[in-house]
């Protein structure tokens, strides 16, 4: 297992288009969160999941955004209708929880840019 | 709702030295973690240090302690020896221990450490 994968690495997209994230978390790990991430601040909680369970979706979080988790396996973060305040690092990261582990495994992320 | 605050957005110390990292939080409950993450320039966000909110031990692990008040609700982390692969984003963070389990985190300290 080579840890958590996210794609794409990068992402330029134009100002109203639709875009869509996907991370492999570690393989047998429930937990999977969402964050994001703008230059020189920390990770924002956007949502998370327990296996294919969505327990929470920030309430900063616009309807534009949309998160699902099929089969328990990789996720997927769709934005649609990107705006410019959209452009960060979108980050996920998967935990254990099965076996108490409380360290979570992040991804390289994926940087959007909205242009 | 949980808070996260780090005061230092940014330290520099000399290799060699050592440098403490603050970190206080905001909550009602006894039970959760706290955790120090880093994140080196371009890449993965990895576990530093953890603590268990019910121990009273200073968690250590090689060159990384922490000093844990938890009535003052302040957790600092210390670097001793300090070396040039320290030098990153480090963010402080919080997470229960029951099934609101989202990882909150500070806003981070930029540390660089130099030659």
């Known amino acids: 297992d080579t840890g958590v994968s996210q794609n794409p690495r990068h992402k330029i997209t134009k100002r109203g288009q639709n875009v869509t994230f996907r991370c492999d978390p570690i393989s047998e790990h429930n937990r999977l969160y969402w964050y994001r991430q703008t230059l020189g601040q920390g990770p924002e909680f956007l949502t998370y999941?327990?296996?294919?369970?969505?327990?929470?979706k920030s309430r900063l979080l616009s309807d534009r955004f949309s998160a699902e988790r099929p089969k328990g396996s990789f996720s997927t973060l769709e934005i649609q209708r990107t705006e410019q305040g959209d452009s960060a690092m979108y980050l996920c990261?998967?935990?254990?929880?099965?076996?108490?582990?409380?360290?979570?495994?992040f991804g390289q992320g994926t940087r959007l840019t909205v242009v | 709702a949980q808070t996260v605050t780090q005061s230092q957005p940014e330290m520099s110390v000399q290799e060699a030295e050592t440098v403490t990292l603050s970190c206080t939080y905001d909550?009602?409950?006894?039970?959760?973690?706290l955790f120090w993450y880093k994140q080196p320039p371009s890449r993965q966000m990895i576990l530093v240090i953890r603590?268990?909110?019910?121990?009273?031990q200073n968690a250590t692990e090689n060159r990384f302690s922490v000093n844990f008040q938890k009535a003052a609700k302040s957790f600092s982390l210390k670097i001793s020896d300090s070396q040039l692969g320290d030098t990153a984003m480090y963010f402080c963070?919080?997470?229960?221990?029951?099934?609101?389990?989202?990882?909150?985190f500070g806003k981070g300290t930029r540390l660089h450490i130099l030659p």
């Open positions: 963070a919080f997470m229960f221990l029951n099934r609101d389990d989202k990882i909150i």
């Open positions: 999941f327990q296996n294919e369970a969505q327990l929470e």
């Open positions: 990261a998967s935990r254990d929880r099965e076996r108490g582990n409380t360290e979570a495994f």
């Open positions: 603590q268990e909110a019910y121990k009273q």
């Open positions: 909550t009602s409950e006894n039970n959760y973690y």
